[in-house]
């Protein structure tokens, strides 16, 4: 039997294992966040999801959109398209053997900048703050992809 | 050439790719039960899926929303929003040598739990049942990441 | 330490890394295309984005829909509920020990085929061409879980 703990004596490996596992926690904290704003603000999608709340016509009314319900949404889906991207390139440029030191920085600054963009849609701070980070994160995982296709290109 | 078939012989990772396999294709399992209500209902997002139905007006009456469509395509990114943090810390997780037959828990009580979130969406059977099975895939998510950092963590 | 750049001189894990970084990248591109939309036709969904637009009520115009964004953003919704089962089933998959002329075959066809479909979703073509891009890459996909199941299944 092969030893994969050999994998994460890989540094780059184990590097990219504890970013992702906290920009994966960080995008799972959005599911909390609407959840916890749709039961606070009485917001729901689903007519069973607000029964307890009445019969009929005045349960009805909670299934309604709410700005901050659709703020954190919108934040959730734009994480999604932009973690996604950073996880399969990520993954796969991790393993192509690049420099543990630029490696790690593509990491870093992936993880701070869709961190910061969260905080600048949440709060809402004015742009171009949010763009900021959703750029910067764009820029990362695009320098992660050029990498890899130049020395790995293989089809 | 290195035989990758070897990474196929390790017990969690060979697991990990099965239970994986099962949760991705009950997933793309909602693309298709969106396009069945679609065509049996009628209910259409773009003007060209609509176009053999009818000409003008007629054909723009089947450009609506409709309730169990809706459902299914909510249904649809709850997974997607459950199941990309699984399969990215979940593979991580089975690459950092856990104990086997822990990992193995781990994932057989997603795949059951998300499974029965589905039959509790789609039903839709009262809650709390739904929110218990989102509840238990978070759970054993999030369980995956404790333990990955803490024997792993490398920033 | 172990020398990971092993794994990337397998024929199928290298051709997989790099038909999933062209097709991440295209994924991506509808993120910039949304941009691009959302501000030559002025249609934003935050009212920060539209702050510098005008004042108050003058801002607030802005906050619409448009069926040119909508459509974009369907169809990256469809590429993100497409090439994460893609992704998650062929690193899998890749990682088996498959015959490596069919499994490039494979990635070669589910490449072409979402490149088509985003084709025809943004041109619009008329149908089936849309669907038809769709049913090939979702094929394509569960052709691999299949594949992956009947060899390494492993509950």
Redesign the interface.
């Known amino acids: 039997?092969?030893?994969?703990?050999?994998?994460?004596?890989?540094?780059?490996?184990?590097?990219f294992?504890?970013?992702?596992?906290?920009i994966?926690?960080k995008?799972?904290l959005?599911?909390a966040t609407t959840a916890f704003y749709r039961m606070t603000r009485k917001v729901f999608?689903?007519?069973?999801?607000c029964?307890?709340l009445g019969k009929g016509e005045n349960a009805k009314k909670y299934l309604r959109t709410d700005d901050r319900v659709e703020?954190v949404r919108?934040a959730?889906?734009n994480d999604?398209?932009?973690?996604?991207?950073f996880?399969?390139?990520g993954?796969?440029y991790?393993?192509?053997?690049p420099d543990p030191s630029t490696a790690i920085l593509h990491f870093?600054v992936f993880v701070g900048a869709r961190i910061y963009h969260t905080i600048a849609y949440l709060t809402?701070?004015?742009?171009p703050n949010?763009a900021l980070g959703?750029l910067v994160g764009?820029a990362v995982?695009?320098s992660m992809?050029y990498r890899?296709?130049k020395s790995?290109?293989?089809?």
Chains 1, 2, 3 share one sequence.
């Not at 991790?94 to 053997?97: H, K, P, T, V």
């Not at 790995?152 to 089809?155: A, G, H, T, V």
Request: overall charge negative.
């Open positions: 039997m092969v030893d994969l703990t050999d994998l994460m004596d890989d540094e780059v490996f184990r590097a294992a504890s970013y992702a596992t906290i994966i926690s995008m799972m959005m599911s999608a689903n007519p069973e999801d029964a307890t703020r919108r959730h889906l999604l398209e932009n973690i996604v991207p996880l399969g390139i993954l796969l991790s393993l192509s053997g870093r809402p701070l004015p742009q949010r959703f764009y995982t695009l992809a890899l296709l790995r290109l293989y089809l």
